[in-house]
């Protein structure tokens, strides 16, 4: 993209020029802090992230159990539409932008007014750029990371590079547009791979309950979920298969560097497909010694989480290390069965569904030991179950390099997205007229 004609020194220690008609100013002299309180609580609540920018607290979070009466809102500070919100405590984490919604924000929230002279949608783009968030957390104070506080009057204080008003209008015009166009790719592309992960849970979700043989005679297995099964195979419950045992309590806060590797519950849901063979997190050697290890071939299940759909997610673990697990991972040794056939089973919809009804909770969701022993299973004879899972590896690895592909793809649109923002809020590129 092309540049504009002429540019000066920004004199910003993190910018080292802009163009020549943008001045450099301190936020106070363009916005200035709002503190109008709400008097009654029963206006919109809002919430802000770094993912989502400003909007309805209930399309952020949705459970809210401390805001069950309007008056608890009493005293809740007042915002409107082009009003810019800050997160005092994340603002260096992007938890700022401006409200395209009339409402209220909590307390531990800034809310800030741009003067006439100025776009909000402009400074919506350029404060949640990954720069801008450098300096936020520059300028922030507090010991514990997670606690680092922005101040409003240190935010007010800070310097910015500020385009003339029709400029603004202009690149905020642009950016509209070219995000949209962005967006709408990635949109399409999730839309396929969540396509393509529905055919391969179709695929593995026939292989283990009707096996791979279209001939195969059919029995009725008598489970209303499962429905007719190969003619040689079994429904067995789940602990009639192995022996089930539990985790010890290794949080996050046991986390090393380096160590002895360990399997924590989070990361089944976020680091591990359905096989693993090498561990990414570690502890010391005093906390394994008295923690609990796998043996090869074990399978973890997951025993609690955020949703129900989620919950009790199982992987194999086949290395060759002694691996440690935390809480909340349920272990389970199968005895004479082929464990990855077992991991494709346990994950598939039929085994999903009695998850579900054996699950509670509602913020937190917890399935226990005693209730996965319960799981009815369609057990094929081993042979078959080798087959099986060959036959699943084979039809889906296509699905998978698809998936993988897909995925980088988006990877690489948002990253020339958040690149395009950056850029043309700070003058690096004039996006005006562009096509």
Known sequence: MKQYEKYKDSELPWLEK??????????????????????????????????????PREQVIEKDDFLSHADTLEGYKKCFR????????????????????????????????????????????????????????????????????????????????????????????????????????????????????????????????????????????????????????????????????????????NLTEEGQPVILYGDIYTKYNIRTTKVVSHISLETAKNSVSLTKGDLLFTGSGETVEDIGKTIVYDGDERVFVGGDIIIFSPENQDNLFLAYSLNSSASQFQKILYARGEIIVHISASKLKNLLVPVPPILEQKQIVKYIETET??????????EKEIALLEEYKTALISEAVTGKIDVRNVA
Request: charged share 30%; glycine share 6%; aromatic share 10%.
């Open 82 to 253: 082009g009003d810019i919100v800050m997160n005092i405590m994340l603002a260096w984490k992007k938890s700022l932008g401006m409200s395209d919604y009339n409402g209220i924000v909590s307390p531990a929230y800034s809310v800030f007014r741009l003067s006439n002279e100025n776009i909000p949608k402009f400074f919506h783009y350029f404060f949640r750029t990954d720069l801008l968030a450098g300096e936020f957390k520059r300028y922030s104070t507090g010991i514990i990371e997670s606690r680092l506080r922005l101040y409003p009057d240190t935010f007010l204080s800070l310097k910015f590079p500020v385009p003339p008003k029709v400029q603004q209008e202009e690149i905020v015009k642009n950016l509209d547009k070219q995000s949209q166009k962005i967006n709408s790719l990635i949109e399409k592309r999730k839309k396929m791979t969540e396509l393509l992960k529905e055919e391969r849970a179709a695929i593995i979700n026939q292989a283990v309950t009707k096996g791979i043989n279209p001939k195969a005679k059919m029995k009725e297995s008598g489970i209303e979920w499962i429905g007719k099964i190969p003619e040689d195979w079994n429904i067995k419950r789940l602990a009639s298969l192995g022996k089930f045992s539990k985790g010890s309590g290794i949080s996050r806060e």
């Open 18 to 55: 802009m163009p020549t008609e943008w001045k450099v100013l301190k936020a106070k002299y363009f916005m200035k802090e709002i503190n109008e309180k709400s008097e009654k609580g029963n206006e919109k609540l809002l919430s802000v992230s770094e993912y989502y920018g400003i909007k």
């Open 397 to 406: 690895s296509k699905i998978d390099e698809t998936l993988v592909k897909i």
